[in-house]
């Protein structure tokens, strides 16, 4: 039997004798002696083998090589002073075989080095069709322990300090309207019926309140058919979270005390509070984003009001034509941001017209506060206009102003944009820092212009907030985001407790009555049977064990992730399947594929 892990070995295992097994990391032969560097997903212990101490076994330990599967019994010695080894947790100790079997050796070519010491850049999708070698290698199987750590946290938190009850939902379930396209699921028993797969657990866990279980929560399997980025995956994992009873701040405060308790227990970090917030409003005004990043300063100024009559007509008109101008200041930029990075084919011009900007206007800042600028800006603003301009954005003499003008959510997406970009390339950004921001008051609804109609901005059971119940379209609503280091982590909301005010949101995202009935009439059914007024939240887990791993992508924290067009390289998922299959089902494919032009 297995006595220890190789990563958990100490100078206090000195003179015990313990059995291991794993993969040899690599091997070494030293003038006869050889080195071998066990591994298994603990860490990496070093095996001696001694052809004057360990005879019986020294042939064996030749015969080793780079991932052969073995078992080692052996003696726990301290290693030389001059072997000592600082970079590994076990770098103080090694173990004399006694005996070393092998339990299965490697029949082919490695497509990649595994070491711990290996280096090289090993391209994706090779990974992904290897998964199960690529998740023996150090980094891999450092994010798998780190998500496990995670996962423990949150269940030690919600069970041991607030009483939380774990309750699975189920994975069949009906398709419902919002959101994006669902997953579904043909049903042999029921004939031309389906089911989806879940987007989230919103309907069920509701429902749990309802049922009394006041506090729920579940790590959560969460299916969406849309297309895909970095952070996106067709099936992903929430913290799925429900309470009754508490208020909006009681939520924030718990949540803020989960996200502490993750931070100290994982990553040894004690992480202050409370967090900060802004409202949505407050967000887009200065950030330009409901997803700010604030671990540096640059913000954006609206001086829509100062150039609105000016005689640069690119100003004046986006404000005749309701949209808005406003200025991201840099200071020191003229020193460090060019004029051919700004102007068309610039790198930072491309950043702003990627997301629907017509280009950058700009002015830099000389000395005795003289506007510089190429074009017809300086030229077309009166003098009281440009001392209100340097007034309100704070310039200084050095500094450049890079200007957004257009509707307002190209300018907040091209100015935020570029704030990110240039803050990197400024080295503002701390990737040391932590910082974690609640954005608040989001507005209800959104309008869906290709469908002509509003629709949820998060979801139609978010609660409005009770000032804003005579008018449901310009509404606030109850929610609450949080954000970290600029990306959204985890959301949500009051939920609506009152049959009618569900019934009124429906009504406004243009849900007819016998649709309302349809989709939603056991919901409304529960509300009449005494639901307490509830909330809760949802967290991107994948999201979350990712930025505390450090990676780009949430395919490098998940065990078996699918690439970004939805398909699974290991197992070649999906697949057709046979026609039996379908005729169980009472499916037929009409796909056709596009015919080749020889």
């Keep these: 039997m297995r006595t220890h892990y190789c990563g958990d070995l100490r100078a206090t295992d000195i003179d015990k004798t313990v059995t291991l097994f794993g993969w040899v990391d690599r091997r070494r032969d030293h003038g006869g002696v050889i080195f071998i560097d066990l591994r298994d997903r603990t860490g990496i212990i070093q095996i001696v083998s001694d052809p004057q101490r360990t005879p019986d076994f020294y042939p064996d330990a030749e015969s080793l090589r780079n991932e052969y599967v073995v078992k080692i019994v052996g003696c726990v010695s301290r290693r030389p002073l001059e072997s000592l080894n600082s970079k590994l947790s076990t770098g103080e100790v090694e173990i004399y075989a006694d005996t070393i079997e092998l339990l299965n050796r490697v029949d082919k ?54 009483q939380f009850m774990e309750i699975e939902t189920p994975i069949l379930t009906r398709s419902t309207p919002e959101g994006a396209r669902d997953y579904l699921v043909p049903s042999r028993v029921n004939p031309s019926q389906w089911y989806a797969l879940p987007q989230s657990p919103q309907l069920f866990k509701q429902l749990l309140m309802v049922s009394g279980c006041d506090r729920y929560y579940q790590i959560a399997r969460c299916f969406r058919d849309e297309d895909l980025r970095a952070d996106r995956q067709p099936e992903f994992t929430q913290l799925d979270m429900e309470m009754s009873f508490m208020s909006e701040e009681e939520i924030l405060d718990l949540n803020e005390e989960l996200i502490c308790y993750i931070f100290e227990t994982v990553k040894n970090l004690k992480i202050s509070r409370p967090f900060p917030r802004l409202t949505y409003t407050e967000a887009l005004e200065k950030y330009g984003t409901d997803r700010p990043d604030t671990r540096f300063n640059l913000t954006l100024v609206d001086v829509s009001d100062i150039v609105k009559d000016s005689g640069f007509k690119v100003f004046a008109e986006a404000v005749k034509n309701g949209g808005k101008v406003k200025v991201l200041p840099i200071p020191g930029g003229n020193e460090t941001i060019s004029n051919v990075s700004i102007k068309p084919g610039g790198d930072l011009f491309k950043k702003a017209t990627d997301v629907g900007a017509k280009g950058i206007a700009f002015i830099r800042i000389k000395n005795n506060n003289k506007l510089d600028t190429i074009g017809a800006i300086k030229d077309n603003l009166s003098q009281q206009q440009k001392t209100e301009l340097l007034a309100r954005t704070q310039a200084k003499p050095g500094d450049l102003l890079l200007f957004g003008a257009g509707e307002t959510d190209i300018v907040n997406s091209s100015l935020s944009r570029l704030r990110l970009v240039i803050g990197e390339q400024l080295g503002l950004i701390d990737h040391e820092q932590v ?72 009504a406004t995202i243009g849900l007819s009555k016998s649709e309302i009935s349809d989709k939603f009439g056991f919901l409304l059914e529960a509300f009449e049977y005494g639901t307490p007024p509830h909330g809760g939240i949802a967290y991107g887990l994948d999201r979350l064990v990712m930025l505390l791993a450090r990676e780009d992508s949430i395919r490098d924290v998940i065990a078996f992730p699918k690439t970004q067009q939805a398909s699974c390289l290991l197992t070649q998922a999906p697949a057709t399947v046979d026609e039996k299959q379908l005729k169980e089902l009472q499916v037929k494919s009409i796909y056709q594929p596009e015919s080749k032009i020889e």
Excluded: C
Excluded at 118 to 147: F, P
Excluded at 435 to 448: A, G, K
């Design 435 to 506: 910082n974690l921001l609640w954005i608040t008051e989001f507005p209800m609804f959104e309008w869906n212009a290709n469908e002509n109609r509003l629709e949820a901005l998060h979801h139609p059971f978010t609660a409005p907030n009770p000032e804003d119940l005579d008018n449901l379209t310009t509404a606030r609503a109850q929610a609450y985001d949080l954000v970290y280091n600029g990306v959204e982590i985890g959301g949500g909301s009051l939920r609506i407790h009152q049959k009618e005010i569900q019934k009124k949101v429906f």
């Design 109 to 162: 070519q490695l497509p990649f080095m595994i070491s711990s010491l290996e280096t090289e850049s090993v391209r994706e999708d090779v990974r992904l069709k290897y998964r199960y070698l690529d998740l023996r290698r150090d980094r891999m199987a450092k994010n798998l322990q780190l998500r496990h750590k995670v996962i423990k946290a949150i269940r030690r938190y919600l069970e041991d300090k607030r």
